[in-house]
Each structure stands twice: as C-alpha cells, then as structure tokens.
C-alpha cells in the first residue's frame, strides 16, 4: 500500500518562504495525480495545489496562485510543495494526497478531496504576523 511521510512544516513570519516535501513509500505513486490540502482550525479542509502524474498539468487555488508552486520527481517518488511570500492566513495544516485517476491520463487531477485514495499524516505549516 501507499504510504506517505510529510515534512518541512515550521514556524515563519509573513513573507517568508517554505518547502514541503511528501515522499511516499510501498508503490510508486508515478501514475498517480497529487495533491496538497490544508485545513486550518474550526475550517474545512480546501484544496490547495494539485498536479497530474505528467507534472504538465497543475492546479492552485485562487488564494495561493502566483504564491505557490508544486512539482514532483518520480524517480524519487516524492512531490513538493514551495510556498514563498506566505502570509497568517496560510497557517493550517498542510496534507498531501495521492489520486489513483491519474492512471489513466497524465494530464489528469483532481481538486476534490473525496476523488484522493491516500493521504499523508499533516505538516503544521504557521506564519506569524
């Protein structure tokens, strides 16, 4: 089974910059869309990036396009999640999740949590003001 471990969550004031990494672990996730969510306290848990197993299609929310940028390696089974000029209202925790509908198309992801078949434990991602 898939499994996959978060990290580079942290403390930060507002306009600095992060780097999340989910490596995943058991089967390669090569064929697989992914994705990053967060969810900050008393919210619901909002999509935030997502990218096809291609790496040529991807996906931000409005409140993090132009701020945020996703990739992968699959050779190294791992995707990542840069955050530069990150404000307060970023604080949330920050889960990354693998979609087995990208099988069937590279250029395919979903933002819909419901659609991802694994997840990752969370990173505490805060920045103070």
């Known amino acids: 089974q898939v499994q996959m471990v978060e990290s580079g969550g942290g403390l930060v004031q507002a306009g600095g910059s992060l780097r999340l990494s989910c490596a995943a672990s058991?089967?390669?996730?090569?064929?697989?869309?992914m994705g990053w969510f967060r969810q900050a306290p008393g919210k619901e848990r909002e999509v935030v990036s997502a990218i096809s197993w291609s790496g040529g299609t991807t996906y931000y929310s409005d409140s993090v396009k132009g701020r945020f940028t996703i990739s992968r390696d699959n050779a190294k089974n791992t995707v990542y999640l840069q955050m530069n000029s990150l404000k307060p209202e970023d604080t949330a925790v920050y889960y990354c999740a693998a979609d087995r509908g990208g099988f069937y198309s590279g250029s395919y992801y979903s933002i819909h949590e419901n659609e991802y078949d694994y997840w990752g434990q969370g990173t505490q991602v805060t920045v103070s003001s």
């Open positions: 058991g089967r390669t996730l090569s064929t697989y869309a």
